[in-house]
């Protein structure tokens, strides 16, 4: 089979063939367009141009050339665009719909969303679910890191951009490619204004996924305005086979819109030009107009995926302009640095407010390159920018259309102020590490890993080795390199993989989702490999979603391991089975640690929800487990939790008990669901199906989940943390026990502190004081012993009645530095050594 390239490659050359077929060159020809083939680059295109011999494309047509003479009839601002645009599909039948968060969590293959289209997959555009609209339109945020380093200098490109959507989900015979092509084309004519003499649409294809279909491109002036893509094809092995489903897939950006009516010198300045006014305004700076105008036709050259020698390049730009490069430099980079800064700060306000996290891994990795990218230019130009301002401004600019942005801004604040501690303290850092290094050869190699690991800036290191006399080549690409280290690293997918031959073997049946405290069941054997069993329906629980197993019984034999495969649940016995494949069984499961690991999950959802009361709505789950002893949640949180937010998480989540509130649970369709509570039920990751199980603790806490789960919250009984730790950058662990575990820990608790009672001698209250003086007299007397001193008798008695308030062995243990189970024994020691040191002295 072909790969989705080699397959974009043969169905261009195929549609070009036969184009009347696969575009809508009825249309085209109705209104007097006509086909050609550049002379440039072969690509056919069609334009209403009699004379012209070469396409729309950036290269072909010789640049950008839309800042003089623009030929849009109106100037759009950016929330225009889409209001504009999404007036005008409103009265041609598409429902606007509200954007997705740009952290994909309904997906399991990405972090963020990259296209429009990636809100629909995989489940509406594989026909599974219905779409929220259809057809519809949608103003979609997207992250793209890849041409990180040509923000600000080229100024076209960007990290963070609207992608205007123009869907449509339906079967073949409903299908009217002319229709669409006609809708998108009145938006360039009627929406931008542009006349039809300025515009080249461009015969291409597109692949992707295994399915592939043709698209029109349309330029004007040099400028790529969007891409129709028609999805209509899967791959065989034979042949295309067309798909039952096709797919309107047309995608534009808000910004370029807004920025080729407008014919600002960048599309920055297009796109939020308040954000620039105010950061001029605060810089300070000054640039020379003239440069800017001259230089921006070309600086489209200046893109570092696309040249080879980025010196002569700007030798070039500096030529055309009609200066030296050092001049062009000293005007164009500054307002490059401020151009990057107002940039990375709205991709920041949008990915932080949606709920992603700077860290050292996989995707977010990028967010850390974006602030720190932002803080090295405040730092190297001296500028007195605070990039939560800057997300402000943003957030302002925006909130006509998208209001949800000014929700957290306050969240965003706190962890982008952490992220500039981090920054600032690997500065420190980082010149210990230079100094050391500076003398050796720093390979491009070099530099990455001291980004990757130290976070070291490439310019620090260039401009100390400049004061060796010692000159450091920085790759132009340098960040997207740093960006590229990281995109290997998929999401993680923890669920057990086994591959038993199951083939004609149907769903089995789950009967743990309505009452989890059912424990008994009869079932028909449909399949036998080796020890393992499948059903055609069971009450056994399989490892899933973070929840252990249930083990149990079929028919007297131990259950020891219960699995999903596809939608087919196995029940590993241990031994070899002594029923037969037809035979119905009986199956019961250990309803006690049922039970147990039910009280766990439930609280997970619980302690989720405190989590995001306490510590603010950036909180997402990053991971959970439940096991009969304890379980845990992994939280998304930029710092380390203190012991009194862990506290007051503890605090709200037995209230939440105590309140009695109800937890239903209940199948919905995907859309319904996603519609009703938006997109953050994904807390356990992507689910897949078309209906859904949904878990609402009310007004609390509403998840996609299909674990088992009590049906009021005062059935937890009780929750106890245990205790915090970080994990990894940016995911803190919560560790604790709920239920019946929540009981013997509160139990064993007071058993401690009534031992430590009675070795000390004290109340509860007193134990940390006391602990602390007998801390301090040890090492009094243990120091005294080694260099043979007398001490006075009173340095070993211990008459401490201090009271302490708060959590006592949480507050001992941290006096000793010491978990709070290992407190009676190592009390018990310093007790003794204290005793033993005072015979030896006296
Ligand atoms: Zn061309
Ligand atoms: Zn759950």
Redesign the pocket.
Known sequence: MLTDKEAKKWFRKEAGKNPDKYYATDVLKEEGFSRKKCTKCGKYFWTTNKNRDFCGDTACSGGFRFFEDNPCKEKLSYIEVWQKFSKMFKELGYTPIKRYPVVARWRSDMDFVIASIADFQPYVVSGEVEPPANPLVVPQFCLRFGDIDNVGITGSHMTCFNMIGQHMFVSPDKWDQNKVFRHIKKWLNNGLGIPDSEITFHEDAWAGGGNFGPCMEFFSRGVEIGNQVYMMYEQTETEPKELSLKVLDMGMGMERCAWFSQGTPTIYDASFPSVVKKLIEKTGITYNKEIMKKYVPYAGFLNVDEVDDIDKAWKDVAGKVGISVDELKKTILPMAALYSIAEHARGLLIALSDGALPSNVGGCYNLRILARRSFSFIDKYGWDINLPDVCRWHAEELKSEFPELSKNLDAVEKILDVEKEKYENTKQKSKQIIQNLIRKEITEKKLLQLYDSHGIDPEIISKEALKLGKTVDVPKNFYSLVSELHSEEKKEIAEKKENLNLKDIPETKALYFDDYRKDKFKAEVLKIIGNNIVLDKTVFYPSS???DHDNGKLDNQEVIDVFKQGNVIIHALSDKPKFREGDYIEGTIDIGRRLQLTHH?TA??IINAAARKILGPHINQAG?KKTVEKAHLDITHYQSITNDELEKIENLANKTVKDKIQINSSFMPRNEAEKKYGMGIY??GAVPGKEIRI?EIKGLDV?A???T?LKNTSEVGKIRILKSTKIQDGVVRIEFVAGEKAKEEIDKKKGTLGELSKILNVDAAQIPARVDELFTKWKKAKKALKKGKQIPEQDFELKSTEKFQGDILTKTAEVLKTQPEHLVKTIKRFIKELNSFKEKLN
């Open positions: 979603g973070g929840q999950h997970t959802h959970a807390q356990g878990i998840e989940c299909g674990g789960h």
